[in-house]
């Protein structure tokens, strides 16, 4: 990780937005390291919009104090700083009667960026073939990869992404992937909004779960795993007869038995893991197969957003 | 600037190659020829220029046609955006609110005044070519007045378009109003007026008043300023009975055709800034 917490380019503190009655969000901390990158979770309604929307600008927080940059967006100075921002929007659907290229110098132009930029844009994006095509001949991933280029215009400080692999296949997935990795070690903030849980995983810094407006879970994941409770399962295939050892060995950690195909389910906190394998090693058994299942964050996510959960209360853990 | 300049670009380009751009210089060339031609052929031999018959019956024309296409230029403009996603784009990039609306109001203005020049202005060539008599120098000055009166009666209604663009939320809305506001101005208004005139038989309302309500609507201020242009315009469209207290300084009817485009472009930018994205 590769974060410098000192240097907040997002700050929330105690922000809320009300709509009449209703909360849009409410009482959120939050601060977004430079070289960070963030995950923000939540389901259909949680929020989410509602957050970015306020960290581009577009509304006013009802309460609380917000500061992109060190600036407030509500001040008149940050139109000058939003060519600092790249945006990518769940939705969008450029001019169909532009080409890819007149689309990339049409927002280049906007951010007075360096116009031989936007063929480095392409190649990153893997659109060089198609530049010069009418957007009315991309396919959805195409017109998502060229709205990811557009957001990069001008090497933004901080990137924010809507739902940026919905509706891509794999291998768009894996480039917009390895392009937010670029990105966040040249030393930008990125904060992604998105539902694809399993891929996030072990491609983000930090998760914050939003849960009807409010902020139920904020830290890295293998600290919201342990924080929650959710065990990691070591599964060990072994010989009939020493299964029972095995059993004998790790009351504690005993899960379950699998008789028919021979495997103990044992589970245990994630840091114990590593203890955990050695002292089974130490047995000196032999063992057929080994596999480990760490608690997904999905699997974290559904525990913190379930309601009557015991596992309500806010988690906020500084990672 | 040079972000309003790019917005510019944009815009026309976009507005060029979409094919109804095209399609309204046709349909405004094929109507000023149809019209030009039908409308000086009674006239026989008589003295009157077939160029100052063009200008009375094409600003006839212009009052229910421009309108109608600064309308619906306008009103896709912002609300349009909004649903395609590119307006939250937009606004993340340094450019401000009233810069997008200067910007494609600049385009959408340029796009109308091609429509208008090539379209008139191939009626009114076709017309000097093919009559007989020569044409004076007045009659080309008001052919000309009725080309940059027409693009800025264009530029009243696309200010007018943008802020029906800029307050509503979505596309259908805004050309349910586009097409409403075009009846009120190029038709209902009058026709109130016509019948507030009728019922006050005791003439109540000075003749004074009833010219400038008339006149604050600025498809008659438009009607006003072309067919008095010349007194071979005002005789055919029968203005020349209008006796000097009545008619109204080409600069007040200027002035209230500048105010009709810088109210509502205002009006809409600061609707915009307002808007909620």
Redesign the interface.
């Known amino acids: 990780m590769r974060i410098m917490d000192n240097i907040s380019t997002i700050r929330l503190d105690n922000i809320s937005k009300q709509y009449g009655k209703h909360f849009g969000v409410r009482d959120i901390d939050l601060a977004i390291g430079q070289g960070e990158c963030l995950a923000l979770v939540g389901h259909n309604g949680a929020g989410k919009t509602t957050l970015i929307?306020l960290v581009?600008g577009?509304?006013q927080p009802t309460n609380g104090q917000l500061s992109i940059m060190g600036n407030s967006p509500q001040h008149a100075n940050f139109?000058?700083?939003?060519?600092d921002?790249g945006?990518l929007?769940?939705?969008?659907?450029?001019?169909t009667?532009?080409t890819g290229r007149?689309i990339l110098i049409?927002?280049s132009?906007?951010?007075?960026a360096n116009k031989a930029e936007i063929e480095a844009l392409f190649e990153r994006v893997d659109l060089c073939d198609a530049a010069d095509d009418k957007i009315s001949t991309y396919s959805k991933g195409m017109r998502q990869r060229l709205g990811l280029a557009?957001a990069l215009i001008g090497q933004p400080k901080i990137l924010i992404l809507d739902e940026p692999t919905s509706g891509l296949d794999p291998l768009s997935r894996q480039t917009v992937y390895s392009i937010i990795d670029e990105v966040k070690n040249a030393g930008a903030t990125v904060f992604i909004s998105s539902h694809a849980l399993t891929e996030l995983d072990d491609r983000i810094d930090r998760v914050a779960i939003l849960n009807q407006g409010q902020l139920v879970a904020l830290g890295n994941v293998d600290e919201l795993r342990e924080n929650i409770g959710l065990k990691s399962i070591v599964k060990i295939s072994v010989n009939q007869a020493d299964a029972g050892k095995l059993i004998e060995h790790f009351p504690v950690f005993f899960d379950g038995h699998n008789e028919a195909q021979n495997t103990i389910s044992l589970a245990c906190k994630g840091k114990d893991k590593a203890h955990l394998l050695a002292d089974i090693l130490m047995l000196g058994i032999q063992l057929h197969n080994i596999e480990i299942y760490d608690p997904s964050l999905e699997q974290v996510f559904m525990k913190y957003t379930q309601p009557n959960e015991a596992t309500q209360e806010t988690a906020v853990l500084h990672g | 600037m040079d972000k309003v300049w790019t917005l510019i670009l944009k815009e026309s380009r976009d507005g060029l190659r979409n094919r109804w751009v095209v399609m309204i210089t046709l349909v405004m060339a094929l109507l000023a020829l149809t019209l030009s031609f039908l409308g000086s052929a009674p006239l026989g031999t008589t003295s009157v220029s077939p160029l100052a018959v063009t200008v009375v019956s094409l600003s006839s024309l212009s009052i229910f046609f421009i309108p109608l296409i600064a309308l619906l230029l306008a009103y896709d403009s912002i609300v349009g955006e909004a649903e395609r996603g590119t307006l939250t784009l937009l606004l993340v990039y340094p450019i401000s609110r009233n810069q997008i609306i200067i910007g494609k109001f600049i385009a959408h203005l340029f796009l109308l005044s091609i429509a208008i020049f090539l379209g008139y202005g191939a009626a009114g060539l076709a017309i000097a070519f093919s009559a007989e008599s020569s044409f004076l120098a007045h009659d080309w000055q008001s052919f000309i007045r009725l080309i940059l009166s027409s693009i800025v009666l264009g530029a009243v209604f696309l200010s007018v378009g943008y802020v029906i663009s800029a307050a509503v939320k979505d596309r259908s809305t805004a050309a349910a109003i586009a097409i409403g506001i075009w009846l009120v101005f190029v038709l209902l208004y009058d026709m109130g007026l016509l019948a507030i005139l009728a019922a006050d038989s005791e003439q109540i309302m000075s003749g004074e008043l009833v010219k400038w309500l008339m006149l604050i609507n600025p498809t008659d201020s438009y009607r006003m300023y072309n067919l008095t242009s010349s007194n071979e315009t005002a005789l055919l469209s029968g203005m020349a009975g209008l006796s000097a207290e009545h008619t109204v300084s080409n600069l007040t009817l200027g002035l209230i055709m500048a105010l009709w485009v810088v109210i509502p472009l205002s009006l809409a930018g600061f609707i915009l800034k307002r808007r909620q994205i």
């Open positions: 929307k581009l577009f509304i139109n000058r700083l939003r060519k921002i945006f929007p769940e939705q969008v659907l450029f001019q009667n532009m007149e049409f927002y132009r906007l951010k007075n557009q």
